[in-house]
């Protein structure tokens, strides 16, 4: 069982910088890929960022690479998304995901768990 919280939504104008960290517990986190996702108003959720549970390997969502980052500390049972140069479109309840894999994937079926959200709002 792994529960994951993510932190450090909130406002920032386009053009800015936040930093989103998702702690997750259970002994299970190390050798787990793990997802960034969110779902803006009115819309599906949709992949956003994954990373290998050694952290060497990372996929992103088109839109999004060379803007966002995504990064794990195993020691501390952390996984981050750096996300610079943010736009209006970015606005979105962010998840934190664990998946049931060591290998990262963007499909949402093979994560087994969530975090309950983090909501990031830009505004123009």
């Known amino acids: 069982q792994v529960q994951l919280v993510e932190s450090g939504g909130g406002l920032v104008q386009a053009g800015g910088s936040l930093k989103l960290s998702c702690a997750a517990s259970g002994r299970t986190f190390s050798t787990a890929a793990m997802g960034w996702f969110r779902q803006a108003p009115g819309k599906e959720r949709e992949f956003v960022a994954a990373?290998?549970?050694?952290?060497?390997?990372?996929n992103y969502l088109g839109s999004v690479k060379g803007r966002f980052t995504i990064s794990r500390d195993n020691a501390k049972n952390t996984v981050y998304l750096q996300m610079s140069s943010l736009k209006p479109e970015d606005t979105a309840v962010y998840y934190c995901a664990a998946s049931a894999r060591a290998t990262m994937t963007a499909a949402e079926a093979h994560y087994a768990y969530w975090g309950q959200g983090t909501q990031v709002t830009v505004s123009s």
């Open positions: 990373i290998s549970w050694s952290g060497v390997s990372t």
